[in-house]
Nanobody
């Protein structure tokens, strides 16, 4: 059974930090790019970061979080992380991780949600001002 378990959300003050984790199982993790999306009430789901299976391809981060969020992965642990620093109230959302088979798709970029094969449940991030 494929599972993507996102965790690490919570309540944080503006300017603070959180680290989200996405633990994967049930598929060949090394063959998949992993993306982080977020969705705030009334807004579309937005990709904030993506990381390819291997380190020689640079990860993608959206302009809205560039310089504040960092995505990384530990293939030995089948886990992807999203380090979120300098959080702003507008970062508040439910954060989801998703997996996309990487064969033939090239480097991570701004991919729409329909490009992903598997999704996990979300983890809530709340940022107080």
């Amino acid at each position: 059974e494929v599972q993507l378990q996102a965790s690490g959300g919570g309540l944080v003050q503006a300017g603070g930090s959180l680290r989200l984790s996405c633990a994967a199982s049930g598929f060949r993790f090394d063959d998949y790019a992993i993306g982080w999306y977020r969705q705030a009430p009334g807004k579309e789901r937005e990709q904030v970061a993506c990381i390819s299976p291997t380190s020689y391809r640079s990860p993608y981060t959206s302009d809205s979080v560039k310089g504040r969020f960092t995505i990384s992965r530990d293939n030995a642990k089948n886990t992807v992380y999203l380090q979120m620093n300098s959080l702003k109230p507008e970062d508040a959302a439910v954060y989801f991780c998703a997996a996309r088979a990487s064969a033939g798709v090239g480097r991570c970029s701004r991919w729409g949600p329909t490009n992903y094969d598997y999704w996990g449940q979300g983890t809530q991030v709340t940022v107080s001002s």
